[in-house]
């Protein structure tokens, strides 16, 4: 793995180096640098400050624990299987983002428009996405046990085999969602719309109601 030392950070930042695979960056700064379509597969990126920064379709499947990315640019990003675990993700642009078993238990999408994303498999226990735009977002088989879901809009999202056990989906749009076998025991769903979801699906175990 290359040492950040190794780097022209200038280069980096400008958008000269596109190719950064495996390299150490921990802690590096990158506030607003311009790093679309850079390639970033198993680099690390622990504490490194990417706020701000381009990320267009950034290949992301790195370690960035601790990174912060408030406001960055993440569109058609791939973030597949990344760890994001206490990253800083407040006012991203996220269209077309792919979170596909990435780790991010913890994490804040409050508010956040994330139409499309994908997050199969991704490990979401006690992420924070009150109020977020979720429609078509794809959820199956990952693990939203503690989430808070209140007031999201999941209009035709597939929650097909997600763990929502003691998720919050309170006023939540659910509408035309799927959700065969997802596991729903100890879910709160008062004042939420389901109308075209399968409620035959839905556990009895949920809590529902005005």
Known sequence: M?????FDL???RSGKVKVLASANLAGVDLTGAQ???C???QATLTGANLAGANLVRA????NLRGVDLSGA????????????RGALLSDIECHQISF??????GANFGNLDLTAADFRGADLRGVNLEGAILRQVDFSNANLSGANLSQVDLEEA??????LRGANLSRANLLCARVEQAVWTGALLQGACLEGTSLTAIQHDTKTGD
């Open 2 to 6: 290359s040492d950040v030392m190794s």
């Open 158 to 163: 597939n929650l097909s085999g997600a763990v």
């Open 39 to 41: 390639d970033f597969s």
């Open 10 to 12: 200038t280069a980096i």
């Open 73 to 84: 640019n993440l569109a058609g990003a791939d973030c597949r299987n990344a760890d994001l």
């Open 59 to 62: 290949v992301l499947r790195a």
């Open 35 to 37: 790093l679309s379509d």
């Open 100 to 105: 596909a078993g990435a780790f991010l238990a």
